[in-house]
T-cell receptor, first 109, second 110 residues
Framework: QKEVEQNSGPLSVPEGAIASLNCTYS??????FFWYRQYSGKSPELIMS????GDKEDGRFTAQLNKASQYVSLLIRDSQPSDSATYLC?????????FGQGTELSVKP | EAQVTQNPRYLITVTGKKLTVTCSQN?????MSWYRQDPGLGLRQIYY???????DKGDVPEGYKVSRKEKRNFPLILESPSPNQTSLYFC?????????FGPGTRLTVT
C-alpha cells in the first residue's frame, strides 16, 4: 500500500461544477497535508495546506482533513478550464514530505 | 524576485560521469529538498535538509549525495550516474513543509 494514495484519474468535470479530489494516507504519524497543482510541463505549486481536522477555505478551494479516517480532500468550486492540471496530495512524516501520484483534472468548457 | 533556481535545466550525460545539479533559493528558507518525478511513480523525495549542515535521506536516496554548507544552496551530486537516474529533478525550499519548487532539471543518462 502506498503511503499517500490518490486516484490517478483523469477526472473530468464541466465548467462551473465542483471538482472533488481525494487522497488517503496510511501513516497515522502524518501531521500536515498539502495540495499542489502541476500544469503540464511546469513545476508543482502549492495551493493549500491543512494541519488540523476540519475544513479550510481559500477562495474557490476548500481542503478537508479527517485524521480518524485518514483522508484529505480538495474541493474546487466553480471549476474553470484553467483549473485543468494534475493535483498532488502530500503528507509530512518526520522530516519527509510524501507525495501521492497525483490526480489529473480536466475541466470542460 | 523570490525564487528557487536550478542549473542546468537540461543535461545529457553518460554512465559514470560525475555531475552536480545546483539549487539556490533567495527566500531565506530553512527547509530544502530534492525530488525526482517519473511517469507512473509520481514525485519522490531524494534528500532533504532542515538547516545548514543537516541533511537526511528521503525515500529514494541511493546513488545521490547532497550537501548544505550555506543556507541558500543545496546541490545534488550524482557520483556515478546510471541510466535508471534518467528523470525530471526538482529542487524545492520552504519555511517548513510548504514547498516552493524550482523549474526542474531534465537529466538523461545514456
Amino acid at each position: 500500500q502506498k503511503e499517500v494514495e490518490q486516484n490517478s484519474g483523469p477526472l473530468s468535470v464541466p465548467e462551473g461544477a465542483i471538482a472533488s479530489l481525494n487522497c488517503t494516507y496510511s501513516d497515522r504519524g502524518s501531521q500536515s497535508f498539502f495540495w499542489y497543482r502541476q500544469y503540464s510541463g511546469k513545476s508543482p505549486e502549492l495551493i493549500m495546506s491543512i494541519y488540523s481536522n476540519g475544513d479550510k477555505e481559500d477562495g474557490r478551494f476548500t481542503a478537508q482533513l479527517n485524521k480518524a479516517s485518514q483522508y484529505v480532500s480538495l474541493l474546487i468550486r466553480d471549476s474553470q478550464p484553467s483549473d485543468s492540471a494534475t493535483y498532488l496530495c502530500a503528507g509530512s512524516r518526520g522530516g519527509k514530505l510524501i507525495f501521492g501520484q497525483g490526480t489529473e483534472l480536466s475541466v470542460k468548457p | 524576485e523570490a525564487q528557487v533556481t536550478q542549473n542546468p535545466r537540461y543535461l545529457i550525460t553518460v554512465t559514470g560521469k560525475k555531475l552536480t545539479v545546483t539549487c539556490s533559493q533567495n527566500m531565506n528558507h530553512e527547509y530544502m529538498s530534492w525530488y525526482r518525478q517519473d511517469p507512473g511513480l509520481g514525485l519522490r523525495q531524494i534528500y532533504y535538509s532542515m538547516n545548514v549542515e543537516v541533511t537526511d535521506k528521503g525515500d529514494v536516496p541511493e546513488g545521490y549525495k547532497v550537501s548544505r554548507k550555506e543556507k541558500r544552496n543545496f546541490p545534488l551530486i550524482l557520483e556515478s550516474p546510471s541510466p535508471n537516474q534518467t528523470s525530471l529533478y526538482f529542487c524545492a525550499s520552504g519555511p517548513g513543509y510548504e514547498q516552493y519548487f524550482g523549474p526542474g532539471t531534465r537529466l538523461t543518462v545514456t
